[in-house]
Every structure is written in structure tokens, then in C-alpha cells.
Antibody, heavy 120, light 106 residues
């Protein structure tokens, strides 16, 4: 059974850097074809894909946020870390991580999500 | 970037109704499309992948069709537990989501 869980601060100040950790079980990020992605959802709004990392350390970013995002993995700890710089109140959202299989795979399953509020 | 446009953004329907949601891509994406269901306060749940393949455990009243730029999600007979928001996602590049369709009780 694959499970993922997001962790990190619930409140960050504007201009600060957000660091979120996705801790997973039931699969290995050293297995060919496996990836983990990050997706966010502002309150009452649609889903937005942020970043993706694959077993071979290939990384993909949303073009609109690429300059602010960094995704890394720690295979030994079964963790994926997302950092987002220069946080703004518009970045207030629930942040999800999710498992992906293959270059054209879908996200399944997802973590429960973590709400991050950006406010001074 | 590939944009996905879902329609309608909101629909009101009754239990037992047949419901169809459309997702249009700004350029062809073959069959690289997934559909998700999201209930309030919960993470999205995969319903359909590869445009028309039902995820294991998903009721057969859900179906997907289409390829290229136009896709549909159909619920053949709406059940009380189906009232939720539905999202399409293209899997071809940069993993865009549609804007969502909220299905509410009439």
C-alpha cells in the first residue's frame, strides 16, 4: 500500500522560503519509472501542478513558478523536499504530494495535504 | 503551455441524472488525460486515466472518452456520493489541470 504525507510549517511570512517534506512508504524512488510530484490548491480554487522528480533525478517544474521552486529527493529516507522562495500571500494554499508512475503517468495516490498560510 | 478548459464550471443535477463534463485541450495530447474527483477537505482521487481507463475500485457508472483535444467524463446515473468537484489533468507535458467542475445537488 502506497501512502504519502506532507509536513512543514503552517504559517510563513511574506518573502520567506517555504520548505515542505513529503514522506512516503510502499514504493521506492530508486525504482525505474517512479516519480513524486507536488500540487497546490488555494482555498476555493483549482489544482495547480508545481514540480515533479523522478527516480533518475530528472526534475520538472511549472514554467510559471520555475524560478522559485527546487525539488530534491532523499531515497534513503523515502522523502521528497520542495522549497519555494519569496513566499507571498497568494501562495496560501493546501500543498499536496502524489505518486506518479511513468513519463505519462497519472497521480495516484495523493497525500492528505497540508495548509500553508502566508501572512505577516 | 497546454491549457485545459473544463465546462461547465458548475452544474446542478439530481440523483439518477446522466452527467457529462467536457475538457478541452489547447493542443493535441493524444490520450494522455486523467480525471479526478475531489470532495471538500479531501485530496483528489483518481477516477480515470489514459482518457478512458477506469481506475480499480471506481464504480462503472463513471466513464471517460476522447482523444486529441476533446475529452468527456460521464456519470451514467448520479449517486449522492458523486456530488463533488471534478478535475481533468493532461499528462503530456507540464501536467496542467483544468479549472474544475463542481457538481451540486439540484
Amino acid at each position: 500500500q502506497i501512502t504519502l504525507k506532507e509536513s512543514g510549517p503552517t504559517l510563513v511570512k511574506p518573502t520567506q522560503t517555504l520548505t515542505l517534506t513529503c514522506t512516503f512508504s510502499g514504493f521506492s524512488l530508486s525504482t525505474s519509472g517512479v516519480g513524486v510530484g507536488w500540487i497546490r490548491q488555494p482555498p476555493g480554487k483549482a489544482l495547480e501542478w508545481l514540480a515533479l522528480i523522478y527516480w533518475n533525478d530528472d526534475k520538472r517544474y511549472s514554467p510559471s513558478l520555475k524560478s522559485r521552486l527546487t525539488i530534491t529527493k532523499d531515497t534513503s529516507k523515502n522523502q521528497v523536499v520542495l522549497t519555494m522562495t519569496n513566499m507571498d500571500p497568494v501562495d496560501t494554499a493546501t500543498y499536496y504530494c502524489a505518486h506518479r508512475l511513468g513519463w505519462f503517468g497519472w497521480f495516484d495516490p495523493w497525500g492528505q495535504g497540508t495548509l500553508v498560510t502566508v501572512s505577516s | 503551455d497546454i491549457q485545459l478548459t473544463q465546462s461547465p464550471s458548475f452544474l446542478s443535477a439530481s440523483v439518477g441524472d446522466r452527467v457529462t463534463i467536457t475538457c478541452r485541450a489547447s493542443q493535441g495530447i493524444s490520450s494522455y488525460l486523467a480525471w479526478y474527483q475531489q470532495k471538500p477537505g479531501k485530496a483528489p482521487k483518481l477516477l480515470i486515466y489514459a482518457a478512458s481507463t477506469l481506475q480499480s475500485g471506481v464504480p462503472s457508472r463513471f466513464s471517460g472518452s476522447g482523444s486529441g483535444t476533446e475529452f468527456t467524463l460521464t456519470i451514467s446515473s448520479l449517486q449522492p456520493e458523486d456530488f463533488a468537484t471534478y478535475y481533468c489533468q493532461q499528462l503530456n507535458s507540464y501536467l496542467t489541470f483544468g479549472g474544475g467542475t463542481k457538481v451540486e445537488i439540484k
